[in-house]
């Protein structure tokens, strides 16, 4: 199952870590929802494959330590989502579909 790209609309965002924006719902460990809002990941769907970090022209994505989820023990954050350049290759490259990048989502939260 990939990322929904309507998630703004099928889900609510519950807060905020590291910077990131967190749309449930989130049960943890083992639900993690969904991070980011421009660069979006779904935590639940990422298993921590690494190609969207090994690609990213601009560094996007950062790990982030998730012990305990049934995926993955790592995640890819997309901390520096501000700087995306939109060349759309994380989204490319991600085995499991689990990253949406919409600019037009940016600032509408
Ligand atoms: S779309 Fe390009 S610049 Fe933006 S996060 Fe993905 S790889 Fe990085």
């Known amino acids: 199952m990939a990322i929904d790209p309507n998630f703004e609309q099928s889900r609510e965002r519950v807060g905020e870590e590291d910077n990131v ?10 639900e993690l929802g969904i991070r980011g809002t421009h660069v979006a990941v779904d935590f ?29 023990e790592l995640k890819a954050n997309p901390t520096n989502e501000d700087q995306c350049i939109d060349c759309m290759l994380c989204v490319d490259v991600c085995p499991v579909d689990a990253i949406d990048v919409d600019p037009g989502r940016e600032n509408r939260v």
């Not at 924006?21 to 083992?30: F, H, L, Q, R």
């Open 21 to 30: 924006a967190v749309w449930g719902p989130i049960d943890p460990p083992e």
């Open 44 to 72: 639940d769907i990422c298993l921590a494959d690494g190609a969207c970090l090994e690609d990213c022209p601009v560094d996007v994505f950062e790990w982030v330590d998730t012990p305990g989820h049934p995926e993955s």
